[in-house]
């Protein structure tokens, strides 16, 4: 056993060169292996403010320029978000946005985007779905790469890791200033593309506040020296948290701030603007 990986999804032992091929392969990890740093991905919840714009606001963004997409399949009860993203989650869901219909609209993903895209959710939508089921689907419609931050890392591990694995999927762990040297370690080995290094342990859409103890936190990070590159989340919703999180990290995450925009009227024809004021 290498680390904690289970020899029984060892990708080497049970899906052989090809899946590890596959993986490597994928969007994401090109983009990593091309682009080191101020990378920029924003995350907003497929169904909101409306049912059908999944595709239009995910093609706006690309044309806007950002690295890669994180869509959020709505939940009723996260742990992790803030009032901000449960309210577009609550708003999704009344809008009759399920995941059958988020893959359906995913359907023609490819056809209009082309950067790296993430499915991020909680794991009872997906266990109830069908974890298999779901990372075929994920691969099918040109899915990347999954973030679950309630999936126990053992589950993962022991249950899943081989679905993700056959399907060419990178599974995002997140990493909390609480979190162990021995746990990111082994976090550090189980990934395949970066790991999601939260600013703090609190809900989203605070704002990011770089004290001491956090800029220690990050140099601790780096002098790991983990073989992942890390990508910033929380409390990023301006260029001045952008850049700050970029001089610890190979880039950051805007959730919540791009998702009061989606509640504004002209939502489209904003986001240009939106991503221009955090990465000009």
């Known amino acids: 056993m290498v680390y904690g990986l289970s020899t029984k999804y060892n990708s080497s032992i049970d ?12 969007r994401l990890n090109k983009l990593f292996s091309t682009k080191k740093d101020n990378l920029l991905s924003i995350y907003y919840t497929a169904g909101y403010p409306e049912i059908n714009t999944t595709l239009d606001i995910a093609e706006a963004l690309e044309k806007a ?10 939940y009723s009860d996260p742990v992790a978000d803030g009032p901000t993203i ?6 999704a869901l009344e809008n009759g946005m399920t995941l059958n219909l988020l893959f359906d609209q995913l359907a023609d993903l490819r056809k209009r985007v082309t950067i790296p895209i993430l ?3 909680y794991a009872n939508p997906m266990i109830q779905y069908g974890v298999e089921r779901f990372c075929k689907k994920a691969a099918e419609v040109g899915v990347d790469g999954v973030i679950v931050p309630d999936l126990p890392m053992y589950e993962y591990e022991t249950l899943y890791a081989g679905y993700f694995k056959a399907n060419g999927l990178s599974n995002i762990f997140l990493v909390t200033p609480q ?16 790991i999601y290094l939260l600013s703090s342990s609190s809900i989203t859409g605070g704002n990011l506040q770089v004290s001491v103890n956090i800029e220690d936190y990050y140099k601790r990070i780096k002098a790991m020296q983990l073989k992942n590159p890390e990508i910033i989340g929380f409390g990023i919703s301006d260029n001045k948290s952008f850049s700050k999180a970029c001089e610890y990290a190979a880039g950051a995450i805007v959730g919540s701030a791009f998702v009061k925009l989606l509640g504004t009227k002209g939502y489209l024809e904003k986001i240009d603007e939106f991503v221009k004021g955090i990465r000009p």
């Open 119 to 121: 499915l991020m959710g």
């Open 65 to 74: 320029g950002v690295d890669f997409l994180e869509v959020g399949f709505p």
């Open 179 to 194: 979190t162990s040297e021995d746990r990111i370690r082994k976090i550090d080995e189980l990934s395949n593309s970066f």
């Open 15 to 26: 899906y052989g060169l090809w899946t590890i091929d596959k993986i490597n392969m994928n």
């Open 86 to 91: 449960q309210h577009s989650s609550e708003k």
